[in-house]
T-cell receptor
Framework: GAVVSQHPSWVICKSGTSVKIECRSL??????MFWYRQFPKQSLMLMAT?????????EQGVEKDKFLINHASLTLSTLTVTSAHPEDSSFYIC?????????????FGPGTRLTVL | KQEVTQIPAALSVPEGENLVLNCSFT??????LQWFRQDPGKGLTSLLL?????REQTSGRLNASLDKSSGRSTLYIAASQPGDSATYLC??????????FGEGTQLTVNP
């Protein structure tokens, strides 16, 4: 089956610094990638949808200048948390969808746990 | 705005028991409904996906049903095992490829 990887799997950073998380589709080309955030004991909330070569579409309440998303190739999307604060500490999960597969399947990455001190 | 609710929030059962997890959604205009499993600190594993035109899907000991008109889905797990212990998430896909997740049911199967 289709595999999506994320790097790093966990990261600890100081408040005010920026952190980049990578999401890769390993064996398929992802025209669309999605970024989700999950706080402890809560469910996943969609942050943004990115299509290769175009700007990401952010969900209401998600600051696009704080959460920078780049989908520069068909196999890679990056999420950069700029000027991170402790309240940004969360589990970030990406998913990817390939155009040739049924459009109803999103493949999820293993997640990245961000802790901001 | 689509809202997804899962009941119960937590469930503890002895090994071997059959069980049902419930999911309800407020907007019936969905493309599909999907059940996922999430182990602690891990990502999501897709279990079953039901298209809006389908009534149920089966995979091994798992059976998921969908009643789109009433906004309900159930996940039936037969002969539960300790390895089934995890959080089970229900998600519906609406317009714009947007997945809306429920808050999950935390299942514990005791040996």
């Amino acid at each position: 089956g289709a595999v999506v990887s994320q790097h790093p799997s966990w990261v600890i950073c100081k408040s005010g610094t920026s952190v980049k998380i990578e999401c890769r589709s390993l064996d398929f080309q992802a025209t669309t990638m999605f970024w989700y955030r999950q706080f402890p004991k809560q469910s996943l909330m969609l942050m943004a949808t990115s299509n290769e070569g175009s700007k990401a579409t952010y969900e209401q309440g998600v600051e696009k200048d704080k959460f920078l998303i780049n989908h520069a190739s068909l196999t890679l999307s990056t999420l950069t948390v700029t000027s991170a604060h402790p309240e940004d500490s969360s589990f970030y999960i990406c998913s990817a969808r390939e155009a040739r597969l049924p459009t109803d399947t999103q493949y999820f990455g293993p997640g990245t746990r961000l802790t901001v001190l | 705005k689509q809202e997804v609710t899962q009941i119960p929030a937590a469930l503890s059962v002895p090994e071997g028991e059959n069980l049902v997890l419930n999911c309800s959604f407020t907007d019936s205009a969905i493309y599909n409904l999907q059940w996922f499993r999430q182990d602690p600190g891990k990502g999501l594993t897709s279990l079953l996906l039901i298209q809006s035109s389908q009534r149920e899907q089966t995979s091994g000991r798992l059976n998921a049903s969908l009643d789109k008109s009433s906004g309900r889905s159930t996940l039936y797990i037969a002969a539960s095992q300790p390895g089934d212990s995890a959080t089970y998430l229900c998600a519906v896909e609406s317009s714009g490829s947007r997945l809306t997740f429920g808050e999950g049911t935390q299942l514990t199967v005791n040996p």
